[in-house]
């Protein structure tokens, strides 16, 4: 058929199979979606079935190699509130994208080991990034902030400057630290858990107020993603005992 119509293809191509094992209500839905509704499959699905795309196979071996598996909604964009799945690959991969740029065949297996070991140890400093049981989890959705696609992404973009890190472990500790700063509402002194919704920190640059609602929510935007990053950073550059840009951090956990 190439030779006959004069079209130019690589007969070295390799194509990617995606094999999905599906009980009968998943298969029925993915074979409706795919072929009546015919719309474009959603970022995380898209991302999660292209293997061929670097970084969507390294979020792919670190998830298979990590604490994180079986544990990342890989069909929708979006966490159902009755999902105890702690996070979506398409928040991973594009956490993982902005942070190993330079990825290639040669650097791919030294990240993803990192990668696997910083998951692991992410989780014990900061628990609800792992797997936690629904009535936990709910919890952990309604008090904190922690374990939102936002923060998640921040986390894995501090990968990328931890990588280099000989300590970084000791770091990354301090995510886990009471954390104290000032309350600009009123000038007291606020200490409690890092993630804590009712941290001010968050307040008005992450939380923002719903004026229909009379809520904070979450706002995962350009700002705000970088408001998180830059200050996860700055925590994790310093030691346990220093202050950091008017945010205290002291030794123990919360």
């Given at each position: ?25 998943g298969e029925r ?191 995962n935007r350009a ?32």
């Open positions: 058929m190439v030779e006959k119509t004069g079209m130019s293809f690589d007969l070295n191509y390799e194509f990617p199979l995606l094999i999905e094992v599906l009980p009968l209500d839905s993915l074979f409706k979606e795919y072929n009546q509704l015919g719309r474009p499959a959603n970022p995380t699905r898209a991302k999660w079935i292209d293997q061929a795309n670097l970084h969507n196979k390294l979020t792919s071996r670190v998830i298979e190699g990590s604490g994180l598996r079986n544990h990342v909604e890989v069909v929708s964009n979006t966490i159902s509130t009755n999902s105890p799945m702690v996070v979506t690959f398409n928040t991973l991969t594009k956490g993982i994208s902005e942070a190993f740029q330079n990825l290639d065949e040669t650097n791919f297996e030294p990240y993803r080991k990192f990668l696997c070991e910083f998951v692991d140890y992410l989780a014990t400093v900061r628990p609800e990034t792992g797997y936690l049981p629904l009535s936990q989890r709910k919890a952990v959705r309604k008090d904190s902030i922690g374990d939102s696609g936002l923060v998640f992404g921040a986390y894995f973009r501090l990968a990328g400057n931890l990588f280099v890190a000989k300590d970084w472990q000791s770091r990354l500790d301090t995510l886990g630290n009471k954390y104290s700063g000032t309350d600009p509402a009123d000038g007291g002194i606020w200490k409690g858990n890092l993630m804590s919704r009712s941290n001010p920190l968050w307040r008005d640059s992450v939380l923002i107020l719903n004026a229909k609602s009379g809520t904070r929510q979450i706002a700002d705000t993603r970088a408001f998180v990053y830059e200050t996860l950073k700055n925590i994790v550059a310093f030691d346990k005992a220093e202050t950091l840009i008017g945010h205290n951090l002291t030794v123990g956990p919360v």
